[in-house]
Nanobody, 124 residues
């Protein structure tokens, strides 16, 4: 089992920044590709960003490219999502997820473990 705990969410004005963190425990963190997803009210959960086991490969959803940056520190068992130039449409609950594979995928069902989520609200 892998336990994932997100933090860093909050309320921010449009154009502002937030940094989300996801701390993992329970298994060897470097065995897992990691992803960030988000879910807005009334919408399906969607892929935001992903990073491979070693951190050498990343992927982003088109609407966040150039604004969000995913990174990981395997020594600290933590994955981060730096979010800049935030927009009201980024408002959602953000989840981190772990996948016992080398590479990332944008497919929700391909992830094995999920955190409880952290709320991000961007005001206009």
């Amino acid at each position: 089992q892998v336990q994932l705990v997100e933090s860093g969410g909050g309320l921010v004005q449009a154009g502002g920044s937030l940094r989300l963190s996801c701390a993992a425990s329970g298994h060897t963190f470097s065995n897992y590709a990691m992803g960030w997803f988000r879910q807005a009210p009334g919408k399906e959960r969607e892929f935001v960003a992903g990073i491979s086991r070693g951190g050498g490969s990343t992927d982003y959803e088109d609407s966040v490219k150039g604004r969000f940056t995913i990174s990981r520190d395997n020594a600290k068992n933590t994955v981060y999502l730096q979010m800049d130039s935030l927009k009201p449409e980024d408002t959602a609950v953000y989840y981190c997820a772990a996948r016992f594979r080398l590479i990332v995928t944008s497919v929700v069902r391909e992830y094995d473990y999920w955190g409880q989520g952290t709320q991000v609200t961007v005001s206009s």
